[in-house]
């Protein structure tokens, strides 16, 4: 089991419009903590950060579901 697992999800919304939209999201989990959290793909992001850098050292996130 890794400390991260990366996720993939579809989910609808409605925007100011009034339509429906079809949003897909991707993120990586950290399951080092509890609870786990979600870390958003985002270069700024210093836990993203540390996730490259995991990446990096040869390790692999468990696949999304």
Avoid: S
Wanted: glycine content about 4%; aromatic content about 10%.
């Amino acid at each position: 089991m890794a400390d991260y697992q990366l996720r993939k999800f579809t989910f609808n919304q409605v925007d100011k419009d009034g339509n429906d939209i079809t949003v897909d999201h991707e993120d990586i989990l950290d399951k080092r903590t509890t609870p786990n959290r979600a870390i958003p793909k985002d270069t700024n992001n210093t836990d993203y950060q540390e996730y490259l850098e995991w990446v990096a050292e040869g390790n692999t996130a468990d696949a999304a579901d």
